[in-house]
């Protein structure tokens, strides 16, 4: 399409085509009523131009047909622009179960990218063609917003909380990054490239230059270090402070009422924030990690406990890393039995 339409950046995902077709929709309707009230009234302007000085217009009585008609149009065109949108907008913003989950930290001026497999890399992000991604941001700073053209995806990074985004990218090549929020001096600057690659090769970049360890593995360790353990379990199986395995999407009680789901920004949030949500049948006891860790360790921590909520069967195990990655498609409802399995183990 962008060979003969000009400023349409190139098309590389799956839902591009389907953005272009709903912004051309739109273009279309706009060009047409122009043209079509343009002509009308230049028309009129000479066919009912006064012709004497003396000339008196006829008197108008109103029309229900004709009101009728110019309000039931407009009408079902500004709810086929609203049905449309609504539809590519839920597609968007719900990312598929079985994504493939990349880290993203922004701060002025760089984007952090960080994969599953504990791969990270500045101002560039590889991923597969023809795989889901699906990426889970946030800010060290202020806000910022993930922008890459060839894909039609546009998201804000707000710090204090995670949003997401997710991509299917249909081709291999070169695709430019931007961040789209005006964050200081620099922000124009603040960009990258993503590099699409066929799976294989990237199977490959994945496997080399590693070294560095998962985000869940990582998050472990910062468990312990931290003290985590001594309140949650040396295998987060809960003690003084809740379980944490199996806790992942799974639905909280809180001593506030109303339960809440425990996704990626509540496990943040009772990171830094730990008296804001308390869990029914658990005292205020712990502390704030506000300033103690950073963005990139909160990152680690939630991806520890994910990885705990697909894999409470061996937790501590280095085995559990590459689980993190399929975290996600646990259902909500298989958290409590793992959980419920390991707690006579850990007696
Ligand atoms: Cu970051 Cu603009």
Same mark, same amino acid.
């Given at each position: 399409m962008q060979t003969w339409v000009p400023f349409i950046p190139e098309s590389a995902s799956t839902v591009s085509g389907r953005v272009d077709a709903l912004y051309f929709y739109l273009s279309g309707v706009t060009v047409f009523f122009a043209l079509l009230i343009g002509g009308v009234v230049t028309f009129f302007v000479i066919r009912y131009r006064r012709r004497s000085p003396y000339e008196v217009p006829r008197p108008?009585?109103?029309? &229900?047909?004709?009101?009728? $008609?110019?309000?039931?149009?407009?009408?079902?065109?500004? =709810?086929?622009?609203?049905? *449309?949108?609504?539809?590519?907008?839920?597609?968007?913003? !719900? %990312?598929?179960q079985d994504a493939q989950e990349i880290y993203v930290v922004g701060k002025q001026w760089m984007w952090k990218f960080q994969h599953s497999t504990g791969q990270r890399e500045i101002n560039e992000l590889h991923v597969p063609v023809g795989r889901k991604i699906k990426l889970i941001m946030t800010s060290e700073d202020v806000i910022h917003d993930v922008f890459i053209p060839a894909f039609r995806i546009k998201t804000d990074v707000v710090p /204090?909380?995670?949003?997401?985004?997710?991509?299917?990218?249909? !081709? %291999?090549? !070169?695709? &430019? #990054?931007?961040?789209?929020?005006?964050?200081? =001096?620099? &922000?124009?600057? =603040? /960009? /990258? *490239? $993503?590099?699409? =690659?066929?799976?294989?090769?990237y199977d490959i970049w994945l496997s080399g230059a590693s070294g560095s360890q998962s985000p869940a593995t990582a998050g472990?360790? #910062?468990?312990q270090t931290l003290g985590c353990a001594s309140c949650h379990g040396s295998n987060g199986e809960g003690g003084r402070g809740p379980a944490l395995q199996g806790l992942f999407n799974s639905q909280v009680q809180l001593t506030s009422g109303g339960p809440v789901r425990a996704d990626e920004s509540y496990l943040r949030e009772s990171i830094v924030n730990p008296q804001a949500k308390i869990v029914a049948g658990y005292g205020p006891i712990m502390p704030t990690f506000q300033g103690v860790v950073t963005e990139e360790q909160l990152v680690q921590l939630v991806a520890f406990v994910k990885s705990l909520g697909s894999n409470a069967a061996a937790p501590g195990s280095p085995g559990s890393a590459p689980n993190a990655s399929q975290s996600s498609p646990a259902p909500a409802a298989a958290g409590p039995k793992p959980a419920a399995a390991a707690t006579p183990k850990a007696k």
């Open positions: 108008i009585a109103g029309s &229900h047909a004709l009101e009728t $008609v110019w309000s039931v149009i407009p009408f079902v065109i500004a =709810m086929s622009f609203f049905v *449309w949108g609504a539809r590519l907008y839920f597609i968007q913003y !719900r %990312p598929p /204090g909380r995670y949003s997401s985004q997710w991509f299917e990218a249909t !081709r %291999p090549g !070169r695709f &430019h #990054l931007f961040c789209a929020e005006y964050c200081g =001096m620099n &922000h124009s600057g =603040m /960009g /990258g *490239w $993503v590099i699409v =690659m066929e799976p294989k090769d472990q360790q #910062l468990f």
